[in-house]
């Protein structure tokens, strides 16, 4: 480790700072503040494909858990039970899927499927509140059907609709992101059966904290709008619209739970104005009306997408640690990007199903994005890493709900998992920020950036043995991905060794 003396002096330190900042404000508790994602659309990112990243912000006793899901053809339709009392009957055939999974949590998963669709989401609070339900309606069932299904983003946002419109929502009111190489889509989802959804164009990026962000509709336009067709009068009939006086539609202002906060003080307003400042690299006003989506200032990278994930609100008026000299900017006033609550964060690039083997490319930081780092990760990997997850890859509807929600099992062999680790690091951090994250960006950090310098480079030699030996291709796959996960596991348990006081 390059500057070893410097280090250990800057951790010869932490036990008298961490005394400083040990006790800190806790973080802001307000309704609908959890996640957040970009939304970058194929001709505004750099490598000509739609990206989707996102930070999954939750409570509790979460573990992480990646997990690969083999195909499955059960050889007939299968009965699915949704979780609350409601069956789904499916054709009993499923596609293979990436999860990235929090454990016992019913709306915090994520999925990456080999038709390269990916589905995640933001919680968004609605004036909703009938209970127009099926036996207990849809909930956590709903990524996971549509990854299980889908073959397109499109296709993804039709079976999501569908689901919706027979059993009915049982949440107050969700954000569905779902996405393929070519398309990326905002599904609005309200309690009940209504729903509609916006396509990210083509050439622009759309920022989605915890509030609705799709604004004015245009239903005869099915290439960019979809979704139930009373929707106007479905807000006018419960008094949330009125033509007369608001105007032209607008799903947000109709649909979003109403807030008497400042701006300032509103978490989804600030991370939204962040967002668009940091993407559009232009300065925007502070406020509640933002636009659906704008244009890049450059088109967006992986990297790029990882410091908007990051993000604080470093030299902003909302820096409220004035550069982490008060303590750890996770927990102030002001409801950052990253923030306490962040458990893991990912920047997909989707692909297409094709020729080209290395599928969706991914970079999956298995904690807060500010205490570790994106490894590299791709959705043709055939044997995930020791200690990415735990739990077996066959398809069994009912020994994987079982294993989610009582998860004693996973708890028993968490010793093992990176994500254990990453917590402990990331404990020491917010106790003292400062000193911790100079730490950091001297002996953790930089193995992310040689990460995505050599990236490329294990591009080009993979296609060439692939042309060759597919075979043995996959298996150098199998091995880069391991000696990622086995380089960030060992530096992050040497530096949690290295701390006067482990926790």
């Not at 915090?108 to 609605?126: E, K, L, M, Q, R």
């Not at 959804?197 to 099915?222: C, L, M, Q, S």
């Not at 990051?310 to 902003?316: F, K, L, V």
């Not at 002001?334 to 969706?360: H, K, M």
Request: proline share 6%; aromatic share 10%; with cysteine.
């Amino acid at each position: 480790m390059k500057n070893a003396g410097k280090l250990i002096l800057v951790l010869s330190t932490l036990v008298l700072v961490s005394a400083a900042f040990a006790v800190f404000a806790p973080a802001p508790a307000q309704d609908g503040t959890e996640c957040f994602t970009v939304l970058v659309g194929r001709l505004a990112s750099a490598d000509g494909a739609v990206m989707v990243a996102h930070n999954e912000d939750d409570r509790g006793d979460i573990i992480v858990n990646l997990r690969k899901i083999q195909a499955r053809d059960y050889g007939g339709p299968q009965q699915v039970a949704l979780g609350k009392g409601a069956i789904a009957e499916t054709s009993g055939r499923t596609n293979g899927f990436l999860w990235i999974e929090a454990t016992t949590q019913e709306f915090a998963d994520s999925f990456v499927n080999d038709h390269g669709v990916v589905i995640t989401s933001d919680s968004c609070p609605s004036r909703a509140t009938a209970d127009d339900l099926t036996d207990g309606g849809i909930g956590w069932m709903l990524r996971r059907l549509v990854a299980e299904q889908a073959v397109s983003a499109r296709d993804g946002v039709r079976l999501a609709g569908a689901l919706i419109e027979k059993y009915g929502y049982n949440a107050s009111g969700r954000t569905y992101s779902i996405a393929d190489k070519y398309e990326a889509w905002m599904v609005a989802v309200l309690k009940g059966r209504h729903w509609y959804a916006e396509r990210v164009p083509d050439d622009e990026v759309a920022v989605i904290p915890n509030r609705f962000t799709i604004r004015h509709i245009r239903p005869g336009d099915a290439n960019h709008f979809l979704g139930s067709p009373d929707i106007v009068e479905y807000a006018a009939k419960n008094g949330w619209y009125d033509e007369a006086k608001d105007g032209p539609f607008d799903f947000a202002k109709a649909f979003n739970r109403p807030t008497d906060r400042e701006p300032a003080a509103d978490g989804n307003s600030l991370r939204q104005w962040r967002g668009l400042c940091l993407v559009t690299g232009k300065f925007q006003p502070l406020g509640r009306d933002c636009p659906f989506s704008a244009k890049p200032g450059t088109k967006m990278t992986a990297e790029a997408l990882m410091a908007v994930l990051r993000d604080h609100y470093e030299g902003t008026p909302y820096d409220a640690t004035e550069g982490y000299k008060t303590g750890t900017p996770n927990r102030t006033k002001f409801r950052t990007i990253c923030t306490a609550s962040t458990i893991n964060a990912f920047v997909v690039s989707p692909q297409a199903p094709g020729p080209w083997p290395l599928g969706s490319a991914i970079w999956l930081a298995m904690g807060k994005p500010d205490t570790t780092i994106f490894l590299p990760l791709y959705y043709a990997v055939e044997a995930l890493p020791p200690g990415a997850g735990f739990g077996p890859n066959q398809h069994d509807y009912q020994a994987m709900a079982k294993l989610h929600f009582e998860d004693a099992e996973i708890k028993a062999a968490k010793g093992e998992l990176l994500n254990t680790k990453v917590l402990a690091l990331e404990k020491a951090a917010e106790a003292s920020y400062g000193p911790m994250h100079e730490l950091l960006v001297k002996g953790l950090f930089p193995t992310e950036k040689g990460f995505l310098k050599d990236r490329p480079g294990f591009e080009k030699d993979f296609a060439a043995l692939y042309r060759k030996d597919p075979k043995a291709a996959l298996k150098k796959l199998d091995d880069y991905i391991a000696g990622a996960f086995a380089k960030v596991s060992d530096l992050t348990e040497k530096l949690l060794k290295m701390l006067p006081n482990r926790p």
